[in-house]
């Protein structure tokens, strides 16, 4: 099997570099052939139409890597045949889901791939601009990519007349100011339009009615750079890593008490287990797995039972009650509070609710005041129960889905640890004594066991 | 395809255009989908969920129909061919009780003093949805209770459910941009724009839309409890677009006007002048009985000794004599019809035209204010109070022959003769050469002061009546209030001056009246129940974009 996936090595789809090196300038990009694909895609050597690199797109099984894991060359496919006005692309690089944090790599390691990808998303959309919105705190992201598009505006590689090829493409780099809510693709499409974060009502649906007004397509980072190699390689190329369901790598971003921590790319399929132990060397000494979101915050925990069942692609997050989402994986170390972990999370929630619906504005709020009841001993028996009852509730009932990104890790930790809401109630306290344990080194309490080897440092 | 699509709601089919919206559809079979932050004559926004409903779309090729992915909201989704709505299931009950528990957590529930209680969509549907004991053990949420937005509304934070109606007034309707909510999540809140003193003319609405009493107003507040009210459906006069109000009394007094929804007309909304005019006409100078300078009458005559000295002053005219005759644009349709019959069927025939009894009050604006301060000018001159019928005499014909002492009766009705002259002074010194001057008037003012015979009417919230707007829609106003003193109602007054003067009133009955005007039989209706709304039908309905594309 090891053959089956990429781990290192320079023909990864995402992470094609060596790492650790200057791999961001164009001058690097080019030697890993770099633009080449671009180049001959314009000059029309490569695909006959644009709808032809659209039709390789879909047969490559990719899907958005922004969390709902949504057919991409479908999507492009819902583009109205006479388009009301200029046909936008937006680049969704908002990763704002704690445990996400891997659209930054591609981004401050790897910015040229994604602006190739945006020039080829481009064309096979039949686009001529294309904004890329990054989060606000992603600074060293922000610098890398306007250095980037300007290096490729420098080079020719964006502008007007590309190529000699008559195709124009514009790539704007835009600065959020940190909201989660403006990840959501319409809450971006608002910000992007200067006004307030707040998600769209649906339909109609942004490749109708999207940026200004126009037909756009909203996605991932990850999403567009993969477009890079797939246009380059084909469908079948891609295909040959993941499933038939979950085709090509992902980029996964691993946090918590593991000896490496980072951002590993790996065949979609590869076990959990075989990711933890391999690409991120085990848990730390002493710490056992006792549990695993998978997906990024917003998904349903799940107990290391089942955890080392999982493989990484969306079928088997599924069958085991949780899904794959932005590939944000948070493993938690035995000691963990889970109650405490969940009020932290629901924190988040409350803070980035954007409030016009009722259910989420009022439930985030409410879920982690009554969390944090709990985890400080001051609930009744019935407070577990009101509690998941109240996160059902906020349930499937909103503009976007946040609200249910909030119920759904509310449901799935009393779910699967109930024991320890109830263990809080009986002893009218939290059994940690309110705190994560010393291996997080959140509070800066007790001495934390160093990260061997981190996979990466980031530079600015 | 057909522009028109044919659904059931609840099991009752209902054919409505493609594009209404499934909650508009559902009113045209009585069935009303609770809902706050909808509201017929905003941009949908869809935030509050309350609306939500089992919607059922129909797949011709699977043959079946399909629920929706994600509960709809009605607001928002459209009625579509074929599809089912079930608005009265226990799962839509739920999820209509869980928007109501959630709205309840956070609001102070302060009813006793809410000016608003009586009339509050959030009490109107907790009482209906969820009538559940407030169980919460969390603290409220604390937020600014006693805010001005300008010197005509108060914003209670606490109250305020967020549903957006306010900002969508000032960004899409008065398009003033004053308000907008800002901070996110249940720190949310509304606020006024930096520099806005939201002074502008339509200011009030936010705070009859506000489905609760976060948006009060000063006119207002801790004045009445709204169950003592009584609600009398009327006319605003003024301007010339008659926007249909309510006017909310005590049978004396008026406590506050607000607007009723008529499309045609004024659409959902008033301007603040409109809703001020109580103040004004609560402030009139009138006179409880007929006043006459006349030696054989005596100073104060009774109605039936008045009504006989100016019938037969009138019927003197008869015979090509010298009458003019200056109506008013406040007369309604109805007492227009008789003034010009008696004007030129039973004096044979007078000069006529009509004043301009106002002449102050709100600039023309593009939403509702018109530049002409009286109600009714277009519905007096088709009544048959015709400027300058006879030889082509209009108001400043008939002055020019009152000042060479040509006209020997003048009849005016209303006030504001003064208008048409330099001073005061100049009109006493031409009015002087007319041997008989009646006023009929629901307002003592400078003619008064010299008129041989004042003879009170009833003015616009005392009486029944119709005006007609200058987009020719006509609209009913209602009596509200008791009439001042002896003051009569002018069409039977002037029905019976036409029997005074010798001959014979027009019609018998009012409502004859009304049909010989051959009135829009929608005149009175409460409201109009197709989802249109004319004022605001050339503008996207996608909040998103009205200032840049249209959908
Ligand atoms: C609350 C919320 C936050 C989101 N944040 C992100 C984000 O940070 N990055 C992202 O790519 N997609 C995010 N999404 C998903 C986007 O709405 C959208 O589905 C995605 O950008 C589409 O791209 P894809 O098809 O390439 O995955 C978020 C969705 C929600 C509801
Ligand atoms: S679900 Fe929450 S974040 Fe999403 S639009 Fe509604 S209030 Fe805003
Ligand atoms: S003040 Fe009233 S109208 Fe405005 S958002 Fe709050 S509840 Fe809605
Ligand atoms: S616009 Fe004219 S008719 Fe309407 S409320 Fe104002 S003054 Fe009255």
């Known amino acids: ?56 797109v879909k047969a490559s099984g990719l899907r958005g890597r922004g969390g709902a894991g949504f057919p991409t060359g479908l999507k492009w496919s819902f583009l109205p045949k006479e388009p009301s006005g200029p046909i936008q692309l937006v680049v969704n690089a908002d990763e704002s889901e704690p445990g996400t944090f891997k ?110 007004g126009y037909p756009t397509i909203v996605n991932n980072v990850e ?59 085990g848990m730390l000494d002493g710490v056992a797995l006792k549990a695993l979101i998978v997906g990024g915050s917003s998904v349903p925990v799940v107990n290391a039972e089942k955890a080392l069942k999982i493989n ?18 948070i493993v938690i170390g035995e000691g963990t509070c889970m ?47 009101e509690l998941y009852r109240i996160a059902d509730n906020m349930e499937l009932r909103t503009i976007c889905t946040l609200a249910d990104a909030a119920a759904w890790p509310t449901k799935s930790f009393i779910e699967v640890f109930r024991d320890e809401f109830e263990a809080h109630i009986e002893q009218g306290k939290c059994p940690h004594d309110n705190q994560f344990p010393d291996h997080l080194n959140l509070r800066g309490g007790g001495k934390p066991q160093r990260h061997a080897d981190p996979e990466h440092a980031f530079i600015a | 395809m057909s522009d028109q699509v044919t659904l059931t709601i609840d099991g009752k089919e209902v054919t409505v255009p493609r594009g209404t919206k499934v909650i508009e559809a559902a009113k045209q079979v009585g069935v009303e989908i609770p809902h706050f932050c909808y509201h017929p004559g905003l941009p949908v926004d869809g935030n509050c969920r309350m609306c939500i409903a089992d919607v059922r779309t129909w797949n011709a090729r699977a043959e079946k129909h399909f629920p929706a992915r994600r509960p709809a909201v009605t607001c928002w989704t459209d009625a579509e061919e074929n599809m089912q709505v079930f608005t009265d299931t226990d799962e839509v009950k739920k999820s209509r009780a869980t928007v109501m528990e959630f709205l309840l957590i956070n609001h102070p529930i302060d009813c006793p003093i809410c000016d608003k209680a009586g009339e509050c969509m959030l009490q109107d549907h907790y009482m209906q949805h969820d009538g559940k004991r407030s169980e919460l053990r969390e603290e409220k949420i604390h937020k600014p209770r006693l805010k001005p937005f300008g010197e005509r509304i108060v914003y209670n934070g606490e109250r305020c459910i967020l549903c957006s109606r306010c900002t969508r007034f000032t960004a899409h309707v008065s398009k003033t941009h004053d308000l907008g909510i800002v901070n996110r999540g249940d720190r949310a809140v509304v ?49 010339s677009r008659n926007c249909n109000t309510v006017v909310d009394h005590d ?76 109506g008013s644009p406040w007369m309604s349709n109805e007492e227009a019809l008789v003034l010009g019959h008696l004007a030129g069927k039973v004096c044979k025939s007078a000069w006529m035209d009509i004043k301009n009894d106002v002449i102050e009050g709100y600039p023309a604006d593009d939403l509702l204010h018109t530049d002409d301060h009286n109600p009714n000018r277009a519905g007096v001159i088709a009544a048959g109070v015709v400027p300058g019928k006879k030889d082509g005499k209009d108001l400043a014909a008939i002055q020019e022959a009152i000042a060479a002492g040509e006209v020997e009766v003048l009849l005016v009705w209303g006030t504001g ?102 009135q829009d039989p929608d005149s009175d209706v409460r409201e109009v129940a197709d989802g249109e709304f004319a004022f605001y039908k050339g503008q996207s309905l996608y909040r998103h974009h009205s200032g840049t594309t249209e959908v």
Not at chain 2, 204 to 229: E, H, M, Q, Y
Not at chain 2, 496 to 516: H, L, N, S
């Open chain 1, 223 to 281: 999403s567009i750079a993969a477009v890079t190699y797939i246009a380059h390689a084909g469908a079948d190329s891609y295909r040959q890593w993941g499933t038939e369901k979950s085709a090509g790598t992902k980029l996964f971003s691993v946090s918590g008490p593991v000896k490496r921590p980072g951002v590993y790319e790996v065949a979609m399929g590869y076990p959990f287990k075989d990711l933890l132990e391999n690409e991120c060397g």
């Open chain 2, 191 to 239: 606020e006024l724009a930096q520099g806005s003193t939201f002074d502008n003319a339509y200011t009030d609405n936010v705070s009859d839309i506000c489905p609760v009493g976060a948006l009060t107003k000063t006119d207002f507040r801790f004045k009445k409890r709204v169950w003592f009210l009584k609600h009398t459906d009327s006319v605003c006069g003024g301007c």
């Open chain 1, 1 to 56: 099997m090891e053959s089956n996936y990429p781990v290192k090595g320079k023909d990864q789809v995402l992470l094609n570099f060596e790492r650790g090196t200057e791999s961001w300038p164009l001058s690097s990009y080019l030697t890993r052939g770099g633009y080449s694909t671009a180049k001959s895609v314009l000059s029309g050597g490569k695909y006959d139409s644009p709808a032809d690199l659209v039709g390789v």
């Open chain 2, 251 to 326: 049978r004396a007094e008026i406590v506050r006007i607000m607007p009723r929804r008529r499309d045609e007309v004024n659409g959902h909304f008033m301007c603040n002048e409109g809703r001020d005019i109580y103040k004004s006409l609560a402030a009139t100078v009138r006179t409880s009985a007929p006043i006459s300078r006349v030696d054989e009458l005596g100073a104060g005559p009774s109605w039936d000794d008045a009504l006989a000295w100016a019938g037969g002053k009138l019927g003197e005219q008869k015979k090509g004599g010298k009458l003019a005759v200056i």
């Open chain 1, 103 to 212: 659209d930054r790599v591609i981004m401050e390691e790897n910015p040229h791939q994604l602006i190739e990808g945006c020039v080829l998303s481009c064309w096979a959309i039949e686009s001529a601009s294309c904004y890329i919105y990054i989060r606000g705190e992603y600074v060293p992201a922000i610098k890398r990519m306007v250095a980037a598009v300007d290096e490729a505006y420098a080079a020719g590689h964006l502008g007007e007349d590309i190529y000699g090829s008559g195709f124009t493409c514009h790539v704007t780099v835009h600065s959020g100011a940190g909201a989660y809510i403006c990840g959501e693709e319409t809450g971006l499409i608002e910000s992007l339009e200067g006004k307030k974060g707040q998600p769209r009502i649906k339909p109609p649906f942004p490749a109708v009615y999207g940026v200004f």
């Open chain 1, 312 to 329: 990484m692609d969306y079928e088997s997050c599924a069958e085991n009650d949780t899904l794959l989402g932005s590939g944000g994986v």
């Open chain 1, 339 to 385: 109650v405490r972990t969940l009020m932290t999370l629901l924190r988040f929630y409350h803070h980035e609710s954007c409030g016009q619906c009722t259910p989420c504005r009022e439930g985030t709020g409410w879920i982690e005041r009554i969390v944090t009841r709990i985890e400080n001993g001051d609930a009744r028996s019935g407070d577990i129960d």
């Open chain 2, 417 to 518: 003769l003064a208008n048409h002259y330099d001073s005061v002074e100049a009109m006493h010194e031409a009015v002087a050469k007319v041997p008989v001057v009646i006023q009929l008037t629901d307002a003592m003012d400078a003619l008064s002061e010299v008129a041989q015979l004042v003879l009170p009417v009833r003015n616009w919230a005392e009486r029944d009546g119709t005006w007609t707007n200058f987009e020719g829609h006509t609209s009913r106003f209602r009596k509200a209030l008791r009439p001042h003193g002896q003051a009569r109602d002018g069409f039977e007054l002037l029905s019976a001056m036409c029997t005074a003067a010798g001959g014979k009133p027009p019609v018998k009955t009012f409502k004859d009246a009304r049909k010989k005007l051959k």
